[in-house]
């Protein structure tokens, strides 16, 4: 069975820091990566995809890939408590067609 | 512009009545999705449509009917609900054949079965 694993947190972290969340996936033939942010009560909206090793940046996000440890990061820098909410790393594995497998979610919250 | 729309954001129905969920989008995608998520749970994938056609039913109970009457929307169809399909409804779009596959979602619709 298809799987993507991440650490429920919350991870708490104070304003200013780096937040750095993480995400494992089972199929290894997986091609596609992204990390989604959910505020309470309102939907996922798309901070990043990644498909290739390596460190993808966008402003202060971050997305590390690597295929051989099958795993996927999210790194935000300067965090803001703006950022608090829970981040779902989604992952497209082999053979799904278009179908994304969800993690069940890092919560964060970041302190002023 | 990745917008999706959804109407209603809120529907209350009762266990008797039929209700439905509507989804637009006029990015040019292929592919759109019905989701289901509860309180501190990941969506929860139902059904997908790729080029008009149903593709995917991860074996969702016959009460919820999904519908694409064009390549810009989607419908779900409510009938006979049961309190547990309480939850907040997501629709989502995508290319449908692109690597990466990205997909955008609705604001949702927050549906209460009494």
Redesign the interface.
């Known amino acids: 069975q298809k799987e993507v694993e991440q650490n429920s947190g919350p991870l708490s972290v104070p304003e200013g820091a780096i937040a750095s969340l993480n995400c494992t996936y089972s199929d290894r033939g997986s ?4 990390w ?1 942010r959910q505020y309470s ?6 901070i990043m ?1 990644i ?1 290739s090793n390596g460190d993808k940046e966008d402003g202060r996000f971050t997305a590390q890939l690597n295929k051989a440890s099958q795993y996927v990061s999210l790194l935000i820098r300067d965090s803001q408590p703006s950022d608090s909410a829970t981040y ?1 790393c ?1 992952v ?1 594995p082999t053979q799904a ?4 497998i ?4 890092t919560t964060l919250s970041v302190s002023s | 512009d990745t917008e999706v729309t959804q109407t209603p954001k809120h529907l209350v129905m009762g266990m008797t009545n039929k209700k439905s969920l509507k989804c637009e989008q006029h990015m040019g995608h292929r592919a759109m999705y019905w989701y289901k998520q509860k309180a501190k749970k990941p969506p929860e994938l139902m059904f997908v449509y790729s080029y008009e056609k149903l593709s995917i039913n991860e074996s969702v109970p016959s009460r919820f009917s999904p519908e694409c009457p064009n390549s810009s929307l989607l419908n779900l169809h409510l009938h006979a609900l049961q309190p547990e399909d309480s939850a907040l409804y997501l629709c989502a779009s995508s290319q449908g054949a692109a690597v990466p596959n990205t997909q955008y979602f609705g604001p949702g619709t927050r549906l209460t079965v009494l």
């Open positions: 091609q596609s990566f992204f989604y009560g309102k939907s996922p909206e798309l995809f498909y779902l989604a497209n067609g278009t179908a994304l969800f993690g069940k979610g």
